[in-house]
């Protein structure tokens, strides 16, 4: 899969053809919202139904916003690329849209954004910059929460990524949903702003869940499924139940080995 | 740009250390409605630099904003469909927003601030 960010900066690679392009696909429409879902309610919000004032960062052409306005929220967007910008506006995105780079810090008072989600954009900030996490730190009101959807291009840049979060004085971790398929896998950064809290865990992580609400269902199911381990676990008892005729009594229960059967038998 | 985005704006040009509030130059303006719901004003009073919120409404020209205010007034209706008005109704659609130190100006085109700095005042 050939990466976009590894062509051209942000601003030069969303040109108008782009931001058109990657607003008009159903299939990118359709992953961005269920992302964008899954980050706000990776927020964690107390359930009382007061709208909140939320950052998006690097909010394009405003898919992510739409997720936020239809739970009723209030929010800001910045994104680096005007063109995308534009998209949003021809959208009528409901939230206020700022043309900024992240890379340069946040220009907010301290404090008074309640929350920030984050889709797919991370990973256009080349050298995970230290004026950005600090200046988002400062921003965000005491307790509150940045989810970030990422795409880490490596190792060391997922690395570099959480240090540079952690350095800033956030806690929380890296959260991976479906981390057994390499289609459906999403990792999200889960900062929390002061307060230390656990990383709640991914979607999929268990065997027993299947990755059929995801995208990239179908050919996948049909595929032997592997455990962790990496072993097949073709032969397990609901499969079995599965495939044998309903009015047969094999249920794959585990024999005995030969050998002991014949000890028994000398036994008696 | 809603005066509530203003209101949580701030210069971050470098060395700047006063970048709050930002002057607001208007050419065009707009008045858009929006749902009232008086949770999110009530919510959101508590982190609104008040003096910040009377000037830039009165600058795109409303000036039914009180000069004091204290908590006592989230229980009236009529303040917090004011403060409704100014925080998301007024929009900036044309002009600038003007630093107060150094009197950078960001351009707003289309409702869109450019927040954008040059290298050197990064």
């Known amino acids: 899969m050939s990466r976009p960010e590894f062509e051209a900066p942000p601003e030069i690679f969303y040109n108008e053809s782009e931001a058109r392009k990657y607003t008009s696909s159903s299939r990118i429409t359709e992953i961005q919202a269920k992302l964008s879902e899954r980050a706000l309610e990776l927020l964690a919000l107390p359930e009382d139904h007061v709208p909140r004032l939320l950052l998006d960062i690097g909010c394009g052409s405003g898919l992510s916003g739409e997720t936020l306005t239809e739970s009723g929220h209030q929010w800001i967007g910045l994104d680096i690329s005007d063109s995308m910008l534009n998209v949003a506006l021809e959208r009528e995105a409901e939230g206020d849209l700022l043309l900024s780079d992240m890379g340069q810090g946040l220009g907010f008072r301290d404090g008074v954004i309640d929350d920030a989600i984050s889709i797919s954009a991370l990973q256009w900030l080349c050298n995970a910059d230290r004026a950005f996490f600090g200046s988002l730190y400062r921003c965000l009101a005491r307790g509150a929460r940045a989810v970030f959807q990422v795409y880490p291009e490596s190792n060391d840049q997922r690395e570099l990524i959480s240090e540079f979060a952690m350095r800033a004085g956030f806690s929380g971790g890296l959260l991976v949903d479906f981390p057994h398929s390499s289609k459906s896998m999403k990792e999200y950064l889960v900062l929390t702003c002061g307060a230390s809290s656990s990383v709640p865990s991914g979607k999929g992580e268990d065997d027993e869940e299947s990755c059929s609400e995801d995208e990239s269902s179908g050919d996948e199911e049909n595929q032997t499924k592997l455990t962790k381990e990496g072993k097949s676990r073709v032969k397990s008892r609901e499969w079995v139940r599965n495939i044998v005729p309903p009015d047969s009594k094999y249920t794959a229960r585990k024999r005995k080995s030969h050998f002991f059967r014949v000890l028994f038998m000398f036994m008696q | ?122």
């Open chain 2, 1 to 122: 740009m809603r005066l509530l985005t203003h209101n949580m704006l701030s210069c971050n040009i470098k060395g700047v250390t006063n970048g709050f509030p930002l002057g607001l130059e208007i050419t065009k303006r707009e008045i858009k409605e929006v749902e009232f719901n008086s949770d999110f004003v009530r919510n959101m009073f508590a982190k609104i630099e008040w003096k910040a919120l009377v000037n830039a409404a009165k600058s795109m020209g409303y000036e039914e904003l009180p000069e004091e205010v204290d908590s006592s007034m989230l229980e009236s209706d009529e303040f917090l469909k004011r403060f409704h008005h100014a925080l998301l109704e007024l929009h900036l659609e044309e002009g600038a927003l003007v630093c107060p130190e150094t009197g950078r100006q960001f351009p707003v085109v289309k409702g869109i601030p450019n927040m954008l700095l040059n290298e050197d005042e990064v």
